[in-house]
């Protein structure tokens, strides 16, 4: 049969209470820096990716019709000399 010292249960109960709080604060520490990441992140100027692929497809297209109207201009060219 085994003896319990009061002692030993109120330092087991103890040290059950420390690791829960510790548990709780390392939760609480966590959910913290997430939000202060959130609202660090969330005011720098990054752009969606559907605006970043929009600007990209406007940029592609514009360098087409560059294209296309510098060979016109050279034809043009090419015809007055």
């Known amino acids: 049969?085994?003896?319990q010292n009061p002692m030993i249960a109120d330092f087991?109960?103890?040290m059950n209470g420390a690791a829960g709080t510790f548990a709780g604060m390392t939760r609480e520490a966590r959910e913290s820096?997430?939000?202060r990441?959130?609202?660090t992140v969330g005011g720098l100027d990054f752009v969606a990716r559907e605006e970043f692929?929009?600007?990209k497809a406007m940029a592609a297209k514009a360098r087409e019709e560059?294209?296309?109207l510098a060979e016109r201009i050279e034809a043009l060219?090419?015809?007055i000399k």
Request: charge should be negative; hydrophobic fraction near 45%.
């Open 66 to 68: 560059n294209e296309a």
């Open 77 to 79: 060219e090419a015809k």
């Open 53 to 55: 692929d929009a600007v």
């Open 12 to 14: 087991v109960k103890l």
């Open 33 to 35: 820096a997430r939000e």
């Open 37 to 39: 990441v959130k609202e």
């Open 1 to 3: 049969m085994q003896s």
